[in-house]
């Protein structure tokens, strides 16, 4: 059975009250990563994850399979890069569990098999509020409350240029402690019903503020400006997503307006 997670961006987020939350602004792109889970081999015991044919350790989708206790193996195809900032991690554990759920006819609800993903990814360090993004679609703000969703239907260019590990940021306590100060300031500037271009302009100024952007992720956020656009650094990678520009960086897709989908 094969299931589709859109990617995400996160353009600011900031710790929640509890440690297993976040709030913050993210919209879910269609550029995504498809679980295609089939029965393992019995020899395995644990489930098998495969990116690209090759099976490769991946935490939050072993733990996560591990959790409905089934024979599965996950082979995932990922059209964003995985560990640049696009949410992978959380788009291929919410994938593969709703591929599961299916082959194995198990009788999980939707919202189950969300809370079963977040769980996985807080547990290995590579999320907190990706998969409640995918889950839905669109551009997802949340502050505190309940999170809202808006439709947009809004063309997104990326470039990618190197890897950090979600684990590593969200472990990092100086890091963390001007996340917290920097993101929640700039998402109660938000106004209500914000375009993607004034979140994204507002992600900017956050992701100077905690010193995150490199040189060439400085050089690419300037080229987009100078042709009349927006961009910003996606939440965490060395990744510069735009608004407003055709051409500018080498990748474009679309904002996904639905949520993740059996196939
Ligand atoms: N090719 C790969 N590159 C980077 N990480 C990978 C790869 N294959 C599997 N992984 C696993 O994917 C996870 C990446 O998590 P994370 O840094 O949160 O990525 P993302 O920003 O895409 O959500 C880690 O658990 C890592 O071990
Ligand atoms: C910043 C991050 C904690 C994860 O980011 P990444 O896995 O790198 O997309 C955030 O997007 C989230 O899950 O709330």
Not at 83 to 89: T, V
Request: include cysteine; charged fraction near 25%; glycine fraction near 10%.
């Amino acid at each position: 059975m094969r299931a589709f997670a859109p990617g995400s961006v996160t353009a600011v987020f900031a710790p929640a009250e509890t440690a297993d939350q976040s709030k913050g602004a993210s919209v879910a792109v269609a550029d995504g990563v498809v679980a295609d889970v089939t029965p393992a081999e019995r020899r395995h015991a644990d489930p098998v994850v495969a990116v690209g044919g090759e099976p490769t350790d991946f935490e939050p989708v072993e733990l996560a399979l591990r959790e409905l206790d089934v024979p599965a193996r996950a082979d995932l195809t990922a059209e964003v890069p995985i560990g640049r900032g696009f949410g992978a991690s959380g788009a291929a554990t919410l994938a593969a569990l709703l591929a599961a759920n299916a082959e194995f006819g198990l009788d999980y609800s939707r919202e189950q098999l969300v809370e079963v993903a977040h769980r996985a990814e807080v547990e290995a360090g590579t999320g907190l509020g990706d998969v409640f993004v995918q889950n839905r679609g669109g551009l997802v703000v949340g502050d505190g409350g309940d999170p809202r969703k808006y439709e947009r239907e809004t063309p997104v260019e990326y470039a990618s240029f190197g890897p950090i590990a979600t684990e590593e940021a969200l472990a990092d306590d100086d890091l963390m402690a001007a996340v917290a100060r920097e993101g929640s300031a700039t998402l109660d500037a938000l106004p209500d019903d914000p375009s993607l271009a004034r979140v994204t302009r507002d992600s900017w100024a956050f992701a100077q503020a905690v010193d995150l952007p490199t040189d060439e992720v400085r050089e690419a956020v300037a080229e987009v400006e100078a042709a009349g656009g927006v961009a910003s650094m996606a939440m965490v990678g060395e990744t510069v997503f735009a608004v407003g520009v055709e051409g500018v960086l080498p990748n474009r897709t679309e904002v996904c307006p639905d949520g993740a989908k059996l196939l």
